[in-house]
């Protein structure tokens, strides 16, 4: 089993930053490809970004070029860096490990 923790959602405003991470524990996610979601109330959860477990990394173009995926198998973590955010980004976001486990999500607002 694998749990997942996610943290570092919040409000900020347009054009700025945020950095979410996915803290790891229970089994190692090293050998799993880890992925963020985001979802809106009365939305499906819709896949933005993933990394597999040789640091290939994947993109929707909605957030390529502003969002970076990284991972740090050491600290057993996955990042998520948002840049130049726009209201659209709102959302709570969400880490899965190897298509079978999630964390509870972190709500991000991007508003002024």
């Known amino acids: 089993q694998v749990q997942l923790v996610e943290s570092g959602g919040g409000l900020v405003q347009p054009g700025g930053s945020l950095r979410l991470s996915c803290a790891a524990s229970g089994k190692s996610i090293n050998n799993y490809t880890m992925h963020w979601y985001r979802q809106n109330p009365g939305d499906q959860r819709r896949l933005i970004a993933h990394i597999t477990p040789g640091g290939t990394t994947v993109y929707k173009d909605s957030v390529k070029g502003r969002f970076t995926i990284s991972r740090d198998n050491a600290k057993q973590t996955v990042y998520l860096q948002m840049n130049s955010l726009k209201p659209e980004d709102t959302a709570v976001y969400y880490c899965?490990?190897?298509?079978?486990?999630w964390g509870q999500g972190t709500p991000v607002t991007v508003s002024s």
């Open positions: 899965q490990a190897g298509g079978a486990y």
